[in-house]
């Protein structure tokens, strides 16, 4: 039977790079979008299907699931990867504690946290019908508590991004502790330091490789972990 995936954000960069994998092993994937054309487009070449989705909106998110459901019936893997790292028009000194935007560290979260929520939730009755059902939260390694503890630490600082990504990494954590009687896995990964917009491309790994963790743990079988937080290379810090 075809995994049915969605992967939100993923028109470009990681996300695209996780649809594309997916899609390549057999996955009936939906690429997430929050722009319908650039949606179709990078589902047409990608050979996957595409919905309408902007994660900060409820009626985006329930909408998008009537459209899944209508189309396929439920849901074998959602992958949580859209995620901004500051809003258009602002840098990162925006976000330092002492002089930080509040408006700015608010719609951080909404996309970053308050979206993982709100997409999670209004697609867990279709995952509820999957045999095999996964969340995959793509998180950061930056946002580790015990790597920003570290007065060595070269990590940036930051109110907005990083906190957001420490948050949806806890957050993995109660959803897996939720989530585990009814069989739903629920794992966070690190991708690394990729090249993608949310770095103005300063990153150096590619997309494909920041793809390797979040597709691994989006097939992994019914009996695999749940409440981890992975890279490519093993357990991260947390």
């Known amino acids: 039977?075809?995994?049915?995936?969605?992967?939100?954000?993923?028109?470009?960069?990681?996300?695209?790079?996780?649809?594309?994998?997916?899609?390549?092993?057999?996955?009936?994937?939906?690429?997430?979008?929050?722009?319908?054309?650039?949606?179709?487009?990078?589902?047409?070449?990608?050979?996957a299907d595409s919905v309408v989705l902007d994660v900060t909106d409820p009626a985006s998110a329930a909408a998008a699931?009537?459209?899944?459901?209508?189309?396929?019936?439920?849901?074998?893997?959602?992958?949580?990867?859209?995620?901004?790292?500051?809003?258009p028009g602002t840098?990162?000194?925006?976000?330092?504690p002492s002089a930080a935007d509040l408006g700015t560290l608010r719609a951080i979260f909404e996309t970053n946290f308050f979206g993982v929520i709100t997409v999670t939730n209004a697609l867990l009755p279709l995952l509820r019908r999957s045999a095999a059902p996964r969340?995959?939260?793509?998180?950061?390694?930056?946002?580790?508590?015990?790597r920003n503890a570290d007065p060595a630490t070269e990590l940036p600082i930051s109110a907005g991004y990083t906190p957001s990504k420490t948050a949806l990494?806890?957050?993995?954590?109660?959803?897996?502790?939720?989530?585990?009687?009814?069989?739903?896995?629920?794992?966070?990964?690190?991708?690394?330091?990729?090249?993608?917009d949310l770095n103005d491309h300063s990153g150096y790994r590619t997309p494909a490789q920041g793809a390797?963790?979040?597709?691994?743990?989006?097939?992994?079988?019914?009996d695999g972990p749940t409440g981890t937080f992975v890279d490519d290379e093993g357990p991260v810090p947390w």
């Open 169 to 196: 990494t806890a957050l993995t954590l109660q959803y897996a502790r939720e989530l585990r009687p009814d069989g739903i896995l629920v794992n966070a990964v690190c991708p690394g330091y990729c090249a993608t």
């Open 135 to 146: 969340i995959v939260n793509v998180s950061s390694s930056g946002s580790s508590l015990t």
């Open 65 to 87: 699931a009537d459209t899944i459901e209508a189309r396929y019936g439920r849901l074998d893997v959602l992958v949580n990867n859209a995620a901004i790292s500051r809003p």
């Open 91 to 96: 840098d990162l000194s925006h976000q330092r």
């Open 1 to 47: 039977m075809d995994e049915i995936t969605l992967v939100t954000g993923a028109n470009k960069g990681i996300g695209r790079e996780i649809a594309a994998r997916l899609a390549a092993l057999g996955h009936t994937v939906v690429v997430g979008a929050r722009s319908a054309e650039l949606g179709e487009k990078a589902a047409a070449e990608l050979g």
């Open 212 to 222: 390797v963790s979040a597709v691994r743990m989006a097939t992994i079988p019914a």
